[in-house]
Each structure stands twice: as C-alpha cells, then as structure tokens.
C-alpha cells in the first residue's frame, strides 16, 4: 500500500513501535529511509528507532515526510493534537496511514488502559477529514475487522 501510493519515498516515520518490526520491514520493502519512535527509554536498543512521544515533532520532519504510519494511534491521549502534528511533517502529496482494528471500538475505557483512544472506525475517518483529507481504507483481505486508513494534508 504505502509503496504504491507513496513512490518514490525517501522517508518515513512508524510512531509507536516498540521493538521496530514495522521499520525494518518499511526500510527493507521500500528501500527508503525510515525511523521510527516509542516512548519507551528501551527504543535506542532497536535500530533506526528513537525515544520519542508521538504526539510531538521535531522542527527538520515538518512538511518533509512521505509517509507516516502507525498502529498505536489508539494509544494517542489527544488524539487531534497527535493528528495535527502528524499531517504537518507531512509533504503536500504525503500519506498518513493509520492502522484500525476491531479491538480498537471499546464502548468501555477501561479494557484496555493503555489504548485512550477507543473509538469506531468512523470517528478515526471523522477525524481525518476534519484535520486533512480522507483518501480511503484498505481492509485486511482475510476479513479480520482490521483495515489501514488514509490520510494526509488538505490540498
């Protein structure tokens, strides 16, 4: 998905990785560079990843990113704020892929304490095209509930 929408990519950020799997896999597929951030102090032990708080940016990604991805978004405690930042390190033509799941439709905060954000599908897209532009869903093909969900700057 991200190679076809995002070519040629030069860079791109995964938030929330814990161990990096998502950036090695990014940065073998795509060939690019990619980094990736998790708040955890144990994220300078994984290569290509940094400690860092997704919700905020570093001055040299704003409006230099091709693509950002992440399936943590759900574990944003303000989710708009996180979003705005995300979609301003973005480039004009760049993409936000968010990752969304079943497990992320909590009607009752408190299953998953780490997840914050436990919303539906809908309210993710709501706030996609609220703060950028909604450029569609890509659902899993085995039919598990999960799907990515795109998005990026307002044109």
């Known amino acids: 998905t991200i190679r076809t929408r995002c070519q040629p990519a ?3 950020i995964c ?4 161990a990096g799997a998502e950036v090695k896999f990014l940065r ?3 060939g690019c560079e990619v980094i990736g951030t998790a708040i955890s102090n144990s994220a300078t032990k994984v290569d290509h990843v940094i400690e860092w708080d997704f919700h905020e940016v570093k ?16 574990h944003s405690y303000d989710p ?5 930042q995300w979609i301003s390190c973005l480039r004009p033509d760049g993409l936000c892929f ?25 309210m993710y897209i709501q706030l996609l095209r609220s703060l950028g532009q909604f450029h569609g869903e890509i659902c899993s093909p085995v039919g598990d509930g999960r ?9």
Not at 15 to 18: A, I, K, L, S, Y
Not at 147 to 155: E, M, N, Q, R, Y
């Open 98 to 122: 968010i990752h969304w799941g079943d497990g992320h439709n909590h009607h009752d905060f408190g299953m998953n304490n780490a997840d914050c954000f436990q919303a539906p599908k809908q």
């Open 80 to 84: 708009e704020h996180c979003l705005k």
């Open 15 to 18: 938030h929330g990785v814990r």
């Open 147 to 155: 799907s990515v969900l795109i998005g990026g700057p307002k044109a």
């Open 28 to 30: 073998e597929t795509l």
């Open 59 to 74: 001055e040299e990604w704003v409006g230099c990113v091709d693509f950002i991805y992440s399936n943590s978004f759900d």
């Open 10 to 12: 030069k860079f791109g």
